[in-house]
């Protein structure tokens, strides 16, 4: 079983539509969560954190489920620039105490106007 | 100001041959990571350094693979020999402090061809 597990998509949404991408996790001793977005051909970059209590910013809600070990992102409004792949990460920290990010494959969101 | 770089940014070689990839650091940081992701595997973490030193090579495939981080703002990533299941995009990303906001600055990547 892969460590964190994404629907591959592609997602296919209209513009203005809402769309919401989910991603499992095996180790429950993971420390932290991201989502980070990768453009077509280009370098992945954080997006924002997953909190445990829910979080937004701006159109973008992420959520977090330790019990169910899940992780969500909802956008809201999708604007054509929303197309991109979405990479769930998760830190799986360790006993040095050093960062170790794991990243899921990605869920490819296509908008169209 | 300049981000993480890498080169080359792309590289095209035959089976068998030596591969070295580069990457300059943001200044300042003083935690590097190589990353490799393909299609079928994602971001695979290969190696981890803070403050030049190894920290996590688990990642690496094999003896084939060897990273190296002279001081604190150059590392490598060497293939010897190289063999077609080596071709992927290899990214280099730093962070500006051990325990971090989750925030990895990458680079362009290196995208590598073996024939």
């Known amino acids: 079983r892969k460590e964190v597990e994404q629907d591959p998509g592609p997602f296919n949404v209209p513009e203005g539509a809402t769309v919401a991408f989910n991603c499992t996790y095996s180790n429950s001793a993971s420390q932290s969560f991201f989502w980070y977005r990768q453009d077509c051909r280009k370098e992945p970059k954080l997006l924002m954190s997953v909190y445990s209590s829910g979080n937004e910013d701006g159109r973008f809600t992420a959520q977090l489920n330790r019990a169910s070990q899940y992780i969500s992102l909802l956008i809201r409004d999708s604007k054509l620039s929303d197309s991109a792949t979405y990479l769930c990460?998760?830190?799986?920290?360790?006993?040095?105490?050093?960062?170790?990010?794991?990243f899921g494959t990605g869920t490819r969101l296509l908008v169209s106007p | 100001d300049a981000g993480v770089i890498q080169s080359p940014r792309h590289e095209v070689t035959e089976m068998g041959q030596e591969v070295t990839l580069r990457c300059k650091p943001i200044?300042?940081?003083?935690?590097l990571f190589w990353y490799r992701q393909t299609m079928m595997r994602g971001l695979e973490l290969l190696i981890y350094?803070?403050?030049?030193?190894?920290?996590?090579d688990s990642g690496m495939p094999e003896d084939r693979f060897s990273a190296k981080m002279p001081n604190a703002s150059f590392s490598t990533l060497k293939i010897q020999p190289s063999e077609p299941r080596d071709s992927a995009v290899y990214f280099c990303?730093?962070?500006?402090?051990?325990?971090?906001?989750?925030?990895?600055?990458f680079g362009e990547g290196s995208r590598l061809t073996v024939l």
């Open positions: 350094f803070n403050n030049n030193v190894p920290i996590d």
């Open positions: 990303a730093s962070s500006p402090r051990q325990f971090f906001t989750g925030e990895l600055f």
């Open positions: 200044s300042g940081h003083n935690s």
């Open positions: 990460v998760v830190n799986k920290g360790g006993n040095t105490g050093f960062q170790k990010l794991v």
